[in-house]
């Protein structure tokens, strides 16, 4: 779905993840446990998950010991395959090199210098790592994105949209005069405020937006597949949902707004740092010009 074809009620009924408290039964995972990327997971689900140098991978590890396509490991009824992908330095399960074989629970994939740990659905430890990867990839106050993780999978859409030639625009949010919230009504009313927004962001992103709490009252949002129109607009429903949304503060209703920066990639920004700097340099015009507004980084 486009973010043009997306009517402002099914925005607002998608959301963007189930967050830590995911439901269901549980995947298979590999995990980082040695090396580059220590500590990366990737869930192993409907779709082959395959893991290597380019940052198009699902799981990528950024060493050059790691080929850019490294192996391929996928769900085959109730077990589990791994292929190696002809890397330079052949993958290996357990100590020994493979063409493609069965995965155990706890088997240890060896790709180049990282090792990873294959845990299948059914074991005791897929819910510690479960719990563990939400610690290490979300914000706890908000369950949105923390900035860490962000930047990985911003690095990862920028590439894949470099690649294929499609568009991407990045939004960068700030809550309007959140110091004096603070200050007038303490820290906690100020988490309160926050959790509310981030409730308010998760239902008007699909499911292939990116959103993320990056710094204090300082949210982002990249919109993969949008043009700087589609975007512009998601950003304006955004922000008059805020200015319509009661916020409870000492007892009684306030109102509280946002700003937005928006930029979209293109030559002059092709990286994330170009591009995060561009949509806060729209950030701060929108601050300028009085606040709770959408403004749009052309130059």
């Known amino acids: ?55 198009e991978a699902d799981l990528h590890i950024p060493h050059n010991s790691v080929s850019r396509q490294h192996c391929q490991i996928w769900r085959e009824g109730e077990a589990y395959r791994i292929r190696d992908l002809e890397a330079t330095n052949r993958t290996r399960v357990n100590e020994q ?21 294959f845990i299948s659905h059914s074991s005791v430890e897929a819910r510690y790592h479960e719990e563990v990867y939400q610690l290490a990839t979300h914000d706890a106050l908000t369950e949105l994105y923390n900035r860490r993780h962000f930047v990985d999978l911003v690095d990862k859409e920028i590439a894949r949209a470099l690649r294929h030639d499609r568009p991407l625009v990045m939004c960068i949010i700030d809550v309007d005069l959140f110091k004096p919230v ?34 204090g009252e300082e949210f982002a949002v990249l919109l993969p597949e949008s043009d700087l129109g ?31 920066g928006i930029a979209g990639l293109d030559p002059r920004r092709g990286d994330r740092s170009t591009l995060m700097r561009a949509a806060d340099a729209a950030l701060y015009r929108a601050k300028d010009e009085g606040r709770n507004r959408v403004c749009v980084q052309d130059a």
């Open 1 to 55: 779905m486009s973010r043009s074809d997306a009517d402002p009620i099914t925005a607002q009924l998608t959301l963007l993840s189930a967050g830590p408290r995911r439901s269901g039964p549980r995947s298979a995972c590999v995990v980082v446990i040695h090396g580059e990327g220590l500590g990366k997971r990737a869930d192993i689900e409907d779709k082959p998950v395959i893991v290597g140098r380019s940052q």
């Open 97 to 117: 090199p493979i063409t493609e074989t069965l995965l155990a629970d706890g088997d240890h994939v060896t790709l180049g210098e990282s090792i990873l740990k």
């Open 182 to 215: 603070n200050d007038r009504y303490g820290h906690i009313a100020g988490d309160g405020v926050l959790r509310q927004l981030a409730g308010v962001v998760r239902g008007f992103v699909r499911g292939e937006d990116i959103a993320a709490r990056i710094g």
């Open 230 to 260: 589609a975007a512009t607009a998601f950003a304006e429903r955004l922000r008059e949902a805020v200015a319509a949304s009661v916020f409870e503060l000492g007892g009684e209703p306030r109102q509280i707004t946002i700003s937005i």
